[in-house]
């Protein structure tokens, strides 16, 4: 009984942590280039494997966790500043910690003149910085943005919006809902994947089906319930076993 009671338990944590996952990915529904994130749970028959694995949480399973990186639907705004990657790629910025990437679009204009992201990191372009040198002809101009990212104040080019690819999106981590890393010395493929254009006055919105996660949280509910209840049951056993022992 008591190997039962840890097989139940042993079931339980995964779901526990899944679920996490599902709600994290439900309150990020309406985040601009959220990418969901999944779990990944994989039985180890080698009990010395699992003991030395350290990715195996639970006795006996590897669990992992992983992003989907499948694109959004695009959504358009009108706004000249909001771009979308349609395709591969992403954006570079400049963080405190070095260079960041995301999918989100979402950029404005710092006082100085610099092209920002929601969080007022730099948005790198090819050559650098992309700076607008005349904040009062912004006001009055027309800001438009190529495919290939090139940015244009009246027809002017002002800088290139650099986006970069990775062989394996695999090898990036989360930093924050939109922000990603990747370990340093890891290669970059420089501008968009062939295919891969830049769409101005459109946010690329997150990939998470809220119909799926909610159908996927309610099963997932249940299936613990019931788990729960086969451990309360062998809890009850143990202890009925303990009291006859005792008389």
Do not use: C, W
Request: charged share 25%.
């Amino acid at each position: 009984m008591i190997e039962g009671i840890q097989t139940a338990e042993t079931a339980m944590r995964p779901k526990m942590l899944r679920m996490d996952i599902i709600a994290n990915n439900l309150a990020n529904v309406s985040t601009t280039g959220f990418k969901k994130d999944e779990l990944f749970v994989r039985m180890l028959n080698d009990s010395a494997a699992a003991q030395a694995d350290p990715a195996g949480d639970v006795d006996g399973l590897q669990i992992t966790q992983g992003i989907d990186f499948t694109e959004g639907s695009l959504r358009q705004t009108g706004n000249p500043l909001d771009v979308a990657i349609q395709g591969r790629g992403f954006f570079v910025v400049d963080t405190p910690d070095g260079e960041r990437y995301t999918r989100s679009g979402s950029f404005s204009l710092s006082p100085a003149g610099n092209l920002i992201t929601g969080d007022g990191s730099q948005v790198e372009g090819s050559g650098g910085p992309i700076r607008f040198p005349d904040m009062s002809r912004v006001q009055r101009a027309d800001v438009s943005i190529t495919e290939s990212g090139e940015v244009m104040i009246d027809k002017e080019t002002i800088g290139k919006i650099r986006v970069v690819d990775f062989a394996d999106t695999s090898v990036l981590t989360k930093e924050s809902a939109t922000v990603f890393a990747a370990p340093a010395g890891t290669p970059l493929i420089e501008g968009p994947a062939s295919g891969s254009t830049l769409k101005q006055g459109f946010l690329e919105e997150s990939n998470v089906d809220p119909v799926h996660e909610m159908i996927a949280m309610t099963e997932l509910q249940r299936s613990f319930d019931t788990d729960q209840k086969v451990l309360q049951a062998l809890d009850d056993s143990v202890s009925k076993s303990l009291e006859v022992g005792k008389v």
